[in-house]
């Protein structure tokens, strides 16, 4: 399957705050209200989920949401292909994970970003860069939040002030800018 028959079958858009193609595909009827340390108090529906598509090229570019993000691999044009997702700690602590579903080679189908962290991602292959270009490459995942992801909670990150926070991963988070 192409990339674009994944974006046509899913009925996915460009995320334009991000990069990417997405589709929001869940939204509890559930209500929580929850009351900022100001004591402001917003609505909140209790969990949102999504479908989320890189390609060859595509960034999520480095960004933060006010809760957890569970991220998770579903699906990839060849089985060499996952996802680089960095996540960075408020402190600068960083990790790589590598969501896929190739446990053998320390891939995971999971991962939740705690909230308030950095994060970004982007496409690998097991075979290298030059694999990714040469054949349309893509993957699939979805990510889940709790309460619900709002657009007014997403803070887009300055990939260049966020390496300077985690340099042991400064590389890896200016390519997703």
Same mark, same amino acid.
């Given at each position: 399957?192409?990339?674009?028959? $994944?974006?046509?079958?899913?009925?996915?858009?460009?995320? *334009?705050?991000?990069?990417?193609?997405?589709?929001?595909?869940?939204?509890?009827?559930?209500?929580?209200?929850?009351?900022?340390?100001?004591?402001?108090?917003?609505?909140?529906?209790?969990?949102?989920?999504?479908?989320?598509?890189?390609?060859?090229?595509?960034?999520?570019?480095?960004?933060?949401?006010?809760?957890?993000?569970?991220?998770?691999?579903?699906?990839?044009?060849?089985?060499?292909?996952?996802?680089?997702?960095?996540?960075?700690?408020?402190?600068?602590?960083?990790?790589?994970?590598?969501?896929?579903?190739?446990?053998?080679?320390?891939? $995971?189908?999971?991962?939740? $970003?705690?909230?308030?962290?950095?994060?970004?991602?982007?496409?690998?292959?097991? *075979?290298?860069?030059?694999?990714? *270009?040469?054949?349309?490459?893509?993957?699939?995942?979805?990510?889940? $939040?709790?309460?619900?992801?709002?657009?007014?909670?997403?803070?887009?990150?300055?990939?260049?002030?966020?390496?300077?926070?985690?340099?042991?991963?400064?590389? *890896?988070?200016?390519?997703?800018?």
């Amino acid at each position: 399957m192409t990339k674009r028959e $994944v974006i046509e079958n899913l009925e996915l858009h460009p995320l *334009e705050i991000e990069g990417g193609f997405f589709r929001e595909v869940y939204r509890s009827r559930t209500p929580v209200e929850i009351t900022a340390p100001d004591g402001e108090k917003n609505a909140y529906a209790a969990s949102t989920s999504i479908y989320y598509l890189l390609g060859c090229g595509d960034v999520s570019s480095m960004h933060s949401v006010k809760f957890d993000e569970t991220w998770h691999f579903y699906a990839s044009s060849d089985t060499g292909i996952f996802v680089d997702l960095i996540v960075v700690s408020p402190a600068g602590t960083g990790r790589c994970v590598k969501l896929g579903a190739r446990l053998e080679l320390g891939q $995971v189908p999971q991962f939740t $970003v705690p909230a308030g962290h950095w994060m970004g991602a982007r496409i690998d292959s097991v *075979e290298g860069a030059g694999h990714l *270009e040469n054949n349309g490459a893509w993957a699939l995942c979805g990510a889940t $939040v709790a309460p619900s992801f709002e657009y007014s909670d997403f803070i887009k990150g300055n990939a260049f002030e966020i390496a300077k926070l985690c340099p042991e991963f400064a590389a *890896e988070i200016l390519k997703l800018k």
